[in-house]
């Protein structure tokens, strides 16, 4: 079983900084696809930022130069380093893991972490 931690999630004043961390473990033979999700209160998941294997990144627009996704595939964790933070950017972030076990492709999501930015 492949299994997603995440971790770093917390309550920040706006304009703050935050980093999530995504770890992975498990039978994992490659790593393809670590992305962040959100979900605000009412409202549905969203794409926030994802890295392919490829080192492609992309945010979504509300997001951009204030975020950044990283990745460091020997330790299978994802970042997501948030800063200039918002009140919009509360929600409970998610990770997710796209990839491939040494027969089989998987895919897997954390818990989530909440994130809430105070006015």
């Known amino acids: 079983q492949v299994r997603v931690v995440e971790s770093g999630g917390g309550l920040v004043q706006a304009g703050g900084s935050l980093r999530l961390s995504c770890e992975a473990s498990g039978n994992i033979f490659r790593l393809n696809t670590m992305g962040w999700y959100r979900q605000a209160p009412g409202k549905q998941r969203e794409l926030v930022a994802v890295a392919t294997s490829g080192s492609s990144t992309n945010y979504i627009d509300s997001v951009k130069g204030r975020f950044t996704i990283s990745r460091d595939n020997a330790k299978r964790t994802a970042y997501l380093q948030m800063n200039i933070l918002k009140q919009q950017d509360t929600g409970v972030y998610y990770c997710?893991?796209?990839?491939?076990?040494?027969?089989?492709?998987?895919?897997?999501w954390g818990q989530g972490t909440q994130v809430t930015v105070s006015s």
């Open positions: 997710y893991v796209q990839g491939w076990e040494p027969t089989n492709p998987f895919s897997a």
